[in-house]
T-cell receptor, first 114, second 112 residues
Framework: GNSVTQMQGQVTLSEEEFLFINCTYSTTGYPTLFWYVQYPGEGPQLLLKVTTANNKGSSRGFEATYDKGTTSFHLQKASVQESDSAVYYCVLGDRDTGYQNFYFGKGTSLTVIP | EAAVTQSPRNKVTVTGGNVTLSCRQTNSHNYMYWYRQDTGHGLRLIHYSYGAGNLQIGDVPDGYKATRTTQEDFFLLLELASPSQTSLYFC???????????FGKGTRLTVV
């Protein structure tokens, strides 16, 4: 079946440090991978998506690629700011099933200390 | 930008009570969804719909009913609320299944 695993439940960084959030996925279909971000008091919102393996998605200074060989999908940012403090969700969509469901990881809570 | 509005934003009810959560989206999206968010579980899909009168079962449907009365309006019904349904509920919408999903701000439900 389809699933997404985010092992890092919480990450704490200082401003200008490098961010790397790891996500692995499992699917029998052809995946599209998304990162959603949730700020305090808000619903999740799309940060970026990647539809093809080894292609890079980018938005607001964040970048992500997925590796079909290792079934991994990473989110990274070169220099975080306090305003990046939020929960980040890795999300799997399966095009072969017509996206019958999106599979959310459990989320990684990022705290950036000024 | 897509707007998804949920009401109420907070609700407290007693065990066995009857609760209806409301959601309206103003962009004529085809798909609407109800998720619950719990610590340690992330977001889990309860029900979704691809149009007025349509209802599809999600991953955690037990204890929930839903109804899509119009293109804009999607309701989540808890007819016999239980403490295990204490959660933060999100409504969302998207134009199609493979397009961006827009979430509301959430409804915090407490069942005592």
């Amino acid at each position: 079946g389809n699933s997404v695993t985010q092992m890092q439940g919480q990450v704490t960084l200082s401003e200008e440090e490098f961010l790397f959030i790891n996500c692995t996925y499992s699917t029998t279909g052809y995946p599209t991978l998304f990162w959603y971000v949730q700020y305090p008091g808000e619903g999740p919102q799309l940060l970026l998506k990647v539809t093809t393996a080894n292609n890079k998605g980018s938005s607001r200074g964040f970048e992500a690629t997925y590796d079909k060989g290792t079934t991994s999908f990473h989110l990274q940012k070169a220099s975080v700011q306090e305003s990046d403090s939020a929960v980040y969700y890795c999300v799997l969509g399966d095009r072969d099933t017509g996206y019958q469901n999106f599979y959310f990881g459990k989320g990684t809570s990022l705290t950036v200390i000024p | 930008e897509a707007a998804v509005t949920q009401s109420p934003r907070n609700k407290v009810t007693v065990t066995g009570g009857n609760v209806t959560l409301s959601c309206r989206q103003t962009n004529s999206h085809n798909y609407m969804y109800w998720y619950r968010q719990d610590t340690g579980h992330g977001l889990r899909l309860i029900h979704y719909s691809y149009g007025a009168g349509n209802l599809q079962i999600g991953d955690v449907p037990d204890g929930y009913k839903a109804t899509r009365t119009t293109q804009e309006d999607f309701f989540l019904l808890l007819e016999l609320a239980s403490p295990s349904q204490t959660s933060l509920y999100f409504c969302a919408s998207s134009e199609n299944r493979n397009t961006e999903v827009f979430f509301g701000k959430g409804t915090r439900l407490t069942v005592v």
